[in-house]
Antibody, heavy 118, light 107 residues
Framework: EVQLVQSGPEVKKPGEPLKISCQGA????????IAWVRQMPGKGLEWMGA????????RYSPSFQGAVTISADTSVSTAYLQWRGLRASDTATYFC???????????WGQGTPVTASS | DIQLTQSPSFLSASIGDRVTITCRAS??????LAWYQQKPGKAPNLLVY???KLQGGVPSRVSGSGSGTQFTLTISGLQPEDFGTYYC?????????FGQGTKVEIK
């Protein structure tokens, strides 16, 4: 069974850096895109971007370009999402998901809640 | 960006009812559309891809149809486990986008 396991909840102050992770298991990590999806409290899903770990190709949504950095390390089958300095408006749950051959998100991580508050 | 508009935003239905959710795209996306169900506090779950193909393990009472700009998700015979919020997503081009969601409540 495909599994994506995300890092735990984070509570940070605005301006602090943060890097969260998503580790894939039971499939060949390098041959799939991994996408990141934001869900703000009580709101819908927003596609942030995706990475193809094999060659580090990355696609960002213009809404998130420059605000976050997506990366991956194939040696540990892990994708990352990072911020140089959090804002209060980054408070949300962040999901990673595997992209299948049809381009859709067929397996999801459990979500990482991030709170940025002073 | 391609905009996806779902209707209705909320619906309340009884067990056994036939439920239909619509997703309209701001431009043609062929059949590059998926549907997800999300329950509170959980990650979304893929139901339908390529507009009408059922993901493995999804009950046959769920079906998807449409192409171009108009799509529907139908649940024939609503069950208690069908509550939650449903989202459509286009995978025609980048950036991928989601509809705003349809919350389904069981009466």
């Amino acid at each position: 069974e495909v599994q994506l396991v995300q890092s735990g909840p984070e509570v940070k102050k605005p301006g602090e850096p943060l890097k969260i992770s998503c580790q894939g298991a039971s499939y060949y990590f390098s041959t799939h895109w991994i996408a990141w999806v934001r869900q703000m409290p009580g709101k819908g899903l927003e596609w942030m971007g995706a990475i193809y770990a094999s060659d580090s190709s990355i696609r960002y949504s213009p809404s998130f370009q420059g605000a976050v950095t997506i990366s991956a390390d194939t040696s540990v089958s892990t994708a990352y999402l990072q911020w140089r300095g959090l804002r209060a408006s980054d408070t949300a749950t962040y999901f990673c998901a595997r992209v299948n051959a049809y381009g859709v998100l067929d397996s999801w991580g459990q979500g990482t809640p991030v709170t940025a508050s002073s | 960006d391609i905009q996806l508009t779902q209707s209705p935003s909320f619906l309340s239905a009884s067990i056994g009812d036939r439920v239909t959710i619509t997703c309209r795209a701001s431009q043609g996306i062929s059949s590059f559309l998926a549907w997800y169900q999300q329950k509170p506090g959980k990650a979304p779950n893929l139901l339908v891809y390529a507009a009408s193909k059922l993901q493995g393990g999804v009950p046959s009472r769920v079906s998807g149809s449409g192409s171009g700009t108009q799509f529907t998700l139908t649940i024939s015979g609503l069950q208690p486990e069908d509550f939650g919020t449903y989202y459509c997503q286009q995978v025609y081009n980048y950036p991928r986008t989601f509809g705003q969601g349809t919350k389904v409540e069981i009466k």
